[in-house]
T-cell receptor, first 113, second 113 residues
């Protein structure tokens, strides 16, 4: 079974631009969660989508948004990029309940110049 | 609000020595508890999880963890460390719904030959 894939793996943008990251979950998984990982703040939960609906949301500004498609693939968008948005963005997929293991992708490394 | 602390930022052990990584959490009820490992450039891999029942849980790669409700702790242990165990280790808690995990800051493990 293929794992969680994230594209692109690396991205360089400049301040003020917007970016879209993609996550393809494991086949059959309906939940996709997104996390931001930085050296200063560690791993922080952004949001979770389940069956195309945002089910949980972390404490991030509205510049961070996401969506999920009917095939469970998810995209995350960050508008008006700031230097502080430079991070590793991880997505995780699962069957959808907390007792189901979350499987993490390798992440997208975003650098904002 | 839920929080997770991992008091040790960096630990160095010799190969073959025993290991204990500490994790303390703050949560109103008994949370779901997890340990993940992240190797450089990789996503996170689940080592083990605790939901209920036996407070000593066994995981992959020879790891185990013990839940102590009185101390709000979930420490990770391994009797004999291998060089391949060098990585970053994250403790996480989740409410009994959804996938919005709260991660600790991580402990980086170095292994001396």
């Amino acid at each position: 079974k293929a794992g969680v894939t994230q594209t692109p793996r690396y991205l360089i943008k400049t301040r003020g631009q917007q970016v879209t990251l993609s996550c393809s979950p494991i086949s059959g998984h309906r939940s996709v969660s997104w996390y931001q990982q930085t050296p200063g703040q560690g791993l922080q939960f952004l949001f979770e989508y389940f069956s195309e609906t945002q089910r949980n949301k972390g404490n991030f500004p509205g510049r961070f948004s996401g969506r999920q498609f009917s095939n469970s693939r998810s995209e995350m968008n960050v508008s008006t990029l700031e230097l502080g948005d430079s991070a590793l963005y991880l997505c995780a997929s699962s069957l959808g309940t907390v007792d189901n293991e979350q499987f993490f992708g390798p992440g997208t490394r975003l650098t904002v110049l | 609000a839920q929080s997770v602390t991992q008091p040790d930022i960096h630990i160095t052990v010799s190969e073959g020595a025993s290991l204990e990584l500490r994790c303390n959490y703050s949560y109103g009820a008994t949370p779901y508890l997890f340990w993940y490992v992240q190797s450089p450039g990789q996503g996170l891999q689940l080592l083990l999880k605790y939901f209920s029942g036996d407070t000593l849980v066994q995981g992959i790669k020879g790891f185990e963890a013990e839940f102590k409700r009185s101390q709000s702790s979930f420490n990770l242990r391994k009797p004999s460390v291998h060089w391949s165990d060098a990585a970053e280790y994250f403790c996480a808690v989740a409410p009994n719904y959804g996938q919005n995990f709260v991660f600790g800051p991580g402990t980086r493990l170095s292994v001396l030959p």
